[in-house]
C-alpha cells in the first residue's frame, strides 16, 4: 500500500503533500524533512528506492523516487509493492501532469495545486493504484473540467457578475 506521495524540489519545499494514514501536521512535517534528507544526498547515479525512514516504518517502508529537473517525486509505500511497478506509477504522473500542462513545471503545482490534486486522485485513492493508463487519466480529467466549466464552477470563465446572481437566488431576502 503505498503510505505517502511527496514532492518537493531541490531546496526540501513540499510542493505536493499527500498522506494516506494519518499523522499530526508535525509528524508530517517531520516525514517531509526526513524523505528529503534520505533522497537529496543521494547521488543520480544509484537506484531510486531506498528503506523509509525510521517516521515512516523503518524496515517495513520503501521510498521510491525520481529526480525530474528540480522536482523529487516521492512515493513512500510499505514492503508488499513493488519496486519497479511504483516508478512506473510516478513515470506514469509525471507524464500525464506533462500533457495536461503542456510541459510542466513547479509554477504548475504551485498554482494548479487543485487540477494536481484531481490528476493524482485519478491515479491513486486511499493508498491503492486506481489508474495507470495516461490517456483514460486524462479522458476523466478533462471530463470533470468540461463538467465544472458548464456548472459555472471554479474552473468556468464566468463573469463575476453571474456568481454575484447566483448567489443573489439563494440568499436570503433581507429587508431593514
Known sequence: MIKAILVFNNHGKP???????????EMQQQIIRECFQLVSKRPDNVCNFLEGGSLLGGSDAKLIYRHY?????VFAVDSSESELGILDLIQVFVETLDKRFENVCELDLIFHVDKVHHILDEVVMGGMVLETNMSEILTHVEAAL???KSEG???SNASPSKAAAAIGKFAPKISI
Do not use: I, N, P, S
Open 15 to 25: 510542493r505536493l503533500v499527500k498522506f494516506f494514514d494519518h499523522h499530526t501536521e
Open 69 to 73: 529537473a528540480t522536482l523529487y517525486f
Open 146 to 148: 468540461r463538467q465544472e
Open 153 to 155: 464552477g471554479v474552473f
